[in-house]
């Protein structure tokens, strides 16, 4: 009911800046929290990023100073702004959104993931 496209992932040089967008689309009557993980190769899934309602936001430690989440309502989008990317940032960026649909409880709905890689 709900899909997640996220975009904006890539190659880029160690010191170097991303934006990653993550779009909701689908019978949406709301969002509530937004959030962006990651998973390394050999690694679990850890949370980078979230942002709640009513804007309020949470950093995992690794990247605090470095990453800005945002949101967009109106789109239905999160985003996040990456700065300063270092090799060990290079991972799967996956966004996830806690949502409501018609007929439904609030759920959380994944998108498919995005790729960074970041060189040294």
Partial sequence: QVQLVESGGGLVQAGGSLRLSCAASGSILSINAMGWHRQAPGKQRELVAAI??????DYADSVKGR????????????YLQMNSLKPDDTA???CNFEVKV??????????QGTQVTVSS
């Fill in 52 to 57: 709640g309602s009513g804007g309020s936001t």
């Fill in 67 to 78: 990453f800005t989440i945002s949101r967009d309502n109106a789109k239905n989008t999160a």
């Fill in 92 to 94: 799967v960026y996956y």
């Fill in 102 to 111: 018609p007929g439904s409880p609030w759920y959380d709905t994944w998108g």
